[in-house]
């Protein structure tokens, strides 16, 4: 196994695909989503264009940093590669609060940009911000939306631990994980306008403020709580005796 890249490095790495994740993410939301033309005419990417937006940040960062730090951007998949075994527990302090400074870093320019729009309200918008019940962009009840948090959030660790598995092809592990966040957002933007990752959420809801932070809760502990299944139940379900590979050689060939 090589040996890790010094903490600074991967801190870095970590920062800069969280930063991505929130910016590029919920930017395409912010900016993109609906956009109408003088004509009136709809030019906006939707629903479909945000889910691949997430995934895309996701497979580009996984690319371009994931053999330095592994490329998790998010504390679910921290927590949840520290409880399968490949990641070290006393490590995860440090990636968590990266994680979510950088998310807050990246919402924050983001808010930078979005404000340059005459008219530009973070509350009135909901600023890519995740919620149940009315803040759901389907109208969705928190039971609903704490199920689907939970499962999906299981279910990204699930094809994160298996894209790379040892016996998963090698060099592919990025593209499993980055169209695996696209389908989850494609399942999940109506429900919750999909979290799926605590640093994710914080970062837009400090923007947003009132009933976005009051129901910021739900999207830390039901992404926490679904890594954590994921993660112990890997091994037992699919796992073997030999470890899987860390991102930062699934990225290779």
């Keep these: 196994m090589s040996t890790p890249a010094p903490m600074r490095k991967r801190i870095a790495a970590e920062f800069l695909g969280t930063f991505w ?6 930017g395409s939301a912010v900016l993109a989503a609906v956009f109408l033309s003088p004509a009136d005419v709809q030019l906006g990417i939707g629903f479909l264009g945000v889910a691949f937006a997430f995934g895309l940040t996701v497979m580009t960062m996984a690319y371009a940093v994931g053999h330095i730090s592994g490329g998790h951007f998010n504390p679910a998949v921290t927590v949840g590669l520290a409880a399968a075994g490949q990641f070290r527990w006393r490590d995860t302090p440090a990636y968590i609060v990266t994680q979510v400074v950088a998310a807050i870093a990246g919402a924050g320019v983001l808010y930078v940009i979005a404000s340059g729009r005459p008219g530009f309200d973070a509350v009135e918008s909901g600023f890519a911000t995740n919620g149940y019940g009315d ?7 928190l039971l609903a939306a704490l199920i689907a948090e939970v499962l999906l959030t299981a279910v990204f660790l699930f094809v994160i631990l298996g894209a790379t598995d040892t016996r998963a092809p090698r060099g592919f592990a990025p593209i499993a994980i980055g169209l695996g966040l696209t389908l989850i ?10 979290s799926v990752n605590p640093a994710r959420s914080i970062g837009p809801a400090l923007f947003a403020g009132g009933d976005a932070v009051g129901q910021l809760w739900l999207f830390i502990v039901a992404p926490l709580a679904g890594g954590l299944i994921a993660g112990f139940a890997y091994g037992l379900l699919l796992g073997q005796n030999e470890p899987s590979a860390s991102l930062e050689s699934a990225t290779g060939a």
């Design 21 to 26: 994740l929130v910016f590029g993410g919920c």
């Design 135 to 141: 803040r759901s962009p389907g109208g969705y009840s």
């Design 185 to 194: 957002h494609l399942i999940s933007i109506p429900v919750t306008n999909t």
